[in-house]
T-cell receptor, first 111, second 115 residues
Framework: SQKIEQNSEALNIQEGKTATLTCNYT??????LQWYRQDPGRGPVFLLL?????KEKRKERLKVTFDTTLKQSLFHITASQPADSATYLC??????????FGKGNQVVVIP | NAGVTQTPKFQVLKTGQSMTLQCAQD?????MYWYRQDPGMGLRLIYY???????DKGEVPNGYNVSRLNKREFSLRLESAAPSQTSVYFC??????????????FGPGTRLLVL
C-alpha cells in the first residue's frame, strides 16, 4: 500500500541550530513534492515545491532535497527561530489532481 | 483579498443531523478541495472540483456530498452525521489543478463534533 512517513515525535531544537525533517514514501512515484507549515488551529500554508528532476530547492532559511532513489525528502530550517515552531507537512502529487499528505512533524524551537 | 474562507468555524451536531459546510475563495481559482484532518491521520481528500460544474471523489467520500455552486463556492454536506465524522475540515483551492504542481491555499478550517 502507499505510505508517507514523517516522524511522529516532535523535534526539539535550540534556537540558531538547523532543524532537519524527513519525509519517506513507499509505492509512490511523485512528479513533485511540497512542504507546508501548519500552526495550531490554522490551515496549512505552502512553503516549497521540488520536482522529481530537482535535487535541491532553497527559499531564505529553508532548504528541501528530493532523492527519488531513496524515496525521501529532507526539509531543513537553518538558523532556527522560535517563530519557526510549528508542524510541517510533506505532500506528494500522485496523479489525477491529488496530493497525499503526511501526518506532519512538529518542530519546537527552544530560545 | 480574503483568500479562502470557511463557515462555520465550529459546529456541534447530534448523530443523524445534517449540515452544510461552506467554502468560498476570491482568488479566481478553478480547482477547489475538501479535506478532513484527524489526529494521527494527516489530511485526507474527501472531494475535489477541478472546475465549475465538475466534482470528483477523493480518498474518503463516503457520508459526504459536495456542490460546486459557482467558481467561488464549494460546499460540503453531511446528510446524516455520524461520530466518525468528528474532525477538522479544511477547504483549499488552486489556480488550475495539481497536475501543474501548484500551491494549494487552505482555509482556516471548520471544527466539527458529532455526538
Amino acid at each position: 500500500s502507499q505510505k508517507i512517513e514523517q516522524n511522529s515525535e516532535a523535534l526539539n531544537i535550540q534556537e540558531g541550530k538547523t532543524a532537519t525533517l524527513t519525509c519517506n514514501y513507499t509505492n509512490y512515484s511523485p512528479a513533485y513534492l511540497q512542504w507546508y507549515r501548519q500552526d495550531p488551529g490554522r490551515g496549512p500554508v505552502f512553503l516549497l515545491l521540488i520536482r522529481e528532476n530537482e535535487k535541491e530547492k532553497r527559499k531564505e532559511r529553508l532548504k528541501v532535497t528530493f532523492d527519488t532513489t531513496l524515496k525521501q525528502s529532507l526539509f531543513h530550517i537553518t538558523a532556527s527561530q522560535p517563530a519557526d515552531s510549528a508542524t510541517y507537512l510533506c505532500a506528494l502529487y500522485y496523479g489525477n489532481n491529488r496530493l497525499a499528505f503526511g501526518k506532519g512533524n512538529q518542530v519546537v524551537v527552544i530560545p | 483579498n480574503a483568500g479562502v474562507t470557511q463557515t462555520p468555524k465550529f459546529q456541534v451536531l447530534k448523530t443523524g443531523q445534517s449540515m452544510t459546510l461552506q467554502c468560498a475563495q476570491d482568488m479566481n481559482h478553478n480547482s477547489m478541495y475538501w479535506y478532513r484532518q484527524d489526529p494521527g491521520m494527516g489530511l485526507r481528500l474527501i472531494y475535489y472540483s477541478a472546475s465549475e460544474g465538475t466534482t470528483d471523489k477523493g480518498e474518503v467520500p463516503n457520508g459526504y456530498n459536495v456542490s460546486r455552486l459557482n467558481k467561488r463556492e464549494f460546499s460540503l454536506r453531511l446528510e446524516s452525521a455520524a461520530p466518525s465524522q468528528t474532525s477538522v475540515y479544511f477547504c483549499a483551492s488552486s489556480v488550475l489543478g495539481q497536475g501543474s504542481g501548484e500551491t494549494q491555499y487552505f482555509g482556516p478550517g471548520t471544527r466539527l463534533l458529532v455526538l
